[in-house]
């Protein structure tokens, strides 16, 4: 594994019963770039992000994390453990807690931390990032718009300080200008603190202007892969994927 690669996926396959939902997945994600992973629903996309997080078990292959193995047919890290790494998935849907507070919801995120300086000094970073979610931190968490909750679902997130950020639909279900502004958002989070981003998302063309690197996933393998900005041009990705 090169030095400069945080995320590394060989050979994986997942099974559930006797369908196999992934096969022979191989990736590499380079630190400090954002990575896409495009394809249409049911590709088999969220799999591999719960892979990747141990929230469902592989059936081979192998997961390593800045060079060292966190999964594989032998053994199998925690999620505690991954998330502990550094490791973070923003999942798909948000999955808040609509009946604890926007504060709360983001205390949470930083269950793992013990110093309370720790934890304060990273809200102001959060609020920084989301004024909005200042503004209503003592406000239910379910009284929040689809976008202000993929924002404190991402802010969640950011309180453990991830070095990998994984993000699964970040911009379903939600208007034009909050996609907009969220992608505004994950593109700070790169550059200005250095976040290694992994993006599922089936607005293939947001996805591939947003990254660096972009694979494509059809039932369950992977097709194509190369520079975002070449599989933009590529006829079968437009074509299948960006309308063309």
Do not use: W
């Not at 019963?17 to 770039?33: A, F, H, S």
């Not at 078990?57 to 991954?82: F, M, N, R, V």
Request: aromatic content about 4%; charged content about 25%.
């Amino acid at each position: 594994m090169k030095q400069n690669n945080i995320l590394e996926i060989e050979k994986l396959e997942v099974q559930y019963g006797v369908i196999k939902v992934l096969k022979k997945i191989d990736i590499t994600v380079r630190e400090g770039e954002i990575v896409c992973l495009i394809g249409a629903n049911g590709a088999g996309k969220s799999t591999l992000l719960k892979a990747i997080t141990g929230l469902i078990p592989i059936s081979s292959g192998s997961i390593s994390y800045k060079g060292e193995t966190i999964i594989d047919e032998k053994k199998a890290l925690s999620t505690d453990k991954i998330t502990a790494l550094g490791i973070l998935l923003v999942p798909e849907g948000r999955q808040i807690f609509g009946d604890m507070t926007v504060l709360e919801n983001l205390e949470l995120g930083a269950f793992l931390k013990k110093d309370r300086r720790y934890i304060k000094g990273k809200l102001e970073e959060i609020f920084v990032y989301f004024p909005i979610l200042k503004d209503r931190r003592n406000q239910k968490a379910s009284s929040l718009s689809g976008g202000e909750q993929q924002m404190l679902a991402v802010g969640r997130a950011l309180m453990s300080s991830p070095t990998l950020l994984l993000m699964d639909e970040p911009g379903l279900g939600l208007a034009p200008m909050v996609i907009k502004e969220i992608f505004e958002i994950i593109h700070r989070i790169n550059k200005d603190d250095g976040i290694t981003i992994f993006l599922v998302e089936q607005n293939a063309r947001l996805a591939l202007k947003a990254s660096q690197h972009g694979y494509v996933m059809e039932t369950g393998r992977i097709v194509l892969h190369d520079k975002s900005e070449r599989l933009i041009q590529d006829p079968i990705v437009k074509k299948a994927y960006l309308g063309e």
